[in-house]
């Protein structure tokens, strides 16, 4: 595998990701009926598993997802329909620590469902008191002798366990996911070693939920858990060691929020181009003034370091090499960054039109924001990095 050239497969394959997107994905997010802002659009989501999309994230066969495969899916998904992007992404994400660190059992309950688009998963760790801090979870996990029944679940449950009380929020796909790959304080020890993961369904007796009205149109919502019945056969993973577990999913998909943000970048600047070459002012079309012109070179040469940065990361971290978190770190750092900048430049150079509700530019300047802070925000990224320098 090269780092910084694609394999002519991968290119292929990339443009009939972006036909797809275009052709067959983007027709699911108009004119629904209610409209998906906020709401998961499951139709699209069916989609993506039967064009077998998830399963690129899951394969059947149980083999690891190459990190590089899955920044190209997002990357091209997201140039030619962003909700087909995000929604799966959020299913990879929501179900990546089921895939890595689930049992059998439970990878056979939910996994199948997962990629064919059938269930939605979600992934719960922020928290109202612990964002970008995530070891500083206070959802508590308290101990409780063996059930005289099980609880009511879809999954079913073992003996003995733990009552999950406390707040979720700012978490994807909820309050209407199927399952939830959930983060607890169990209190083995404080800070990130008393943390233990758990596989919650949405039927799960005491769990209750709100949608949050936010910026970005992908569903995002807040989860109470009172005294939320779960026992070791939830469990995803060892007792104390649930923050390894979000750490690798987060570790896994960083550089394909680099991949995402790379996608949204170039769809804005193949729409400033488009339109520089066409709009008359001035006695001649946009592009000929070197004013424009500049910034588009200068968007396209962001753009493309970017879109290296996220492949060497991917590559790195399929390959296993040292420094992984560094580099993903710096991809989605520099990535999203880049977005930012490309993604309103494109507005300027479009003018008012861009401001429109419903224009390419209009849903992408609403969408490119959040990715500099979700998964680790920007500051958080830098710290990572600052940190690896100096180990």
Not at 271 to 296: K, P
Request: include cysteine.
């Amino acid at each position: 595998m090269r780092a910084f050239a694609l394999e002519a497969e991968q290119d292929r394959w990339c443009e009939e990701l972006r036909t797809l997107a275009t052709e067959r994905l983007r027709p699911l997010t108009d004119g629904t009926d209610p409209p998906a802002h906020g709401r998961i659009n499951r139709p699209l989501v069916a989609a993506l598993g039967e064009l077998g999309l998830l399963a690129r994230i899951f394969p059947p066969d149980g083999s690891p997802v190459s990190a590089l495969d899955l920044c190209l899916l997002r990357e091209s998904l997201a140039r030619g329909c962003t909700e087909a992007e995000t929604a799966l992404a959020l299913q990879g994400l929501g179900a990546c620590p089921l895939a890595q660190s689930g049992s059998e059992i439970q990878r056979r309950r939910w996994l199948p469902e997962i990629t064919a688009g059938r269930a939605i998963a979600a992934f719960a760790l922020s928290e109202p008191g612990a964002g970008s801090d995530a070891a500083a979870l206070s959802l508590t996990a308290t101990p409780t002798p063996a059930p005289t029944s099980a609880p009511a679940s879809r999954s079913g449950s073992g003996s003995g366990g733990w009552l999950l009380s406390g707040t979720k929020t700012w978490i994807s796909n909820a309050p209407y996911a199927d399952v939830y790959s959930v983060f607890a304080r169990t209190g083995e020890e404080a800070g990130a070693r008393g943390i233990t993961a758990f596989l919650v369904p949405a039927d799960r007796a005491g769990l209750t939920g709100e949608p949050l009205d936010m910026l970005s149109p992908h569903p995002i919502g807040t989860l109470t858990f009172d005294a939320v019945p779960v026992t070791a056969d939830d469990m995803l993973g060892e007792p104390g060691q649930g923050f390894g577990v979000a750490m690798r999913t987060l570790n896994l998909f960083r550089p394909s929020v680099g991949a995402f943000a790379v996608g949204m970048a170039q769809a804005a600047l193949d729409a400033a181009l488009a339109h520089a070459a066409t709009r008359t002012a001035f006695g001649g079309v946009l592009g000929d003034l070197q004013a424009v012109s500049h910034q588009l070179a200068e968007m396209a040469t962001r753009t493309e370091s970017a879109r290296l940065l996220v492949y060497a990361a991917a590559a790195a971290y399929d390959r296993g090499d040292a420094g992984v978190a560094k580099r993903a770190a710096m991809a989605k750092l520099l990535a999203t960054e880049t977005a930012q900048y490309v993604v309103d430049a494109a507005v300027q150079i479009h003018g008012a039109a861009a401001l429109q509700r419903g224009h390419l530019l209009e849903r992408l300047y609403r969408e490119v924001r959040a990715p500099r802070i979700y998964e680790g925000a920007t500051e958080v990224q830098r710290s990572i990095i600052a940190k690896e320098l100096y180990r």
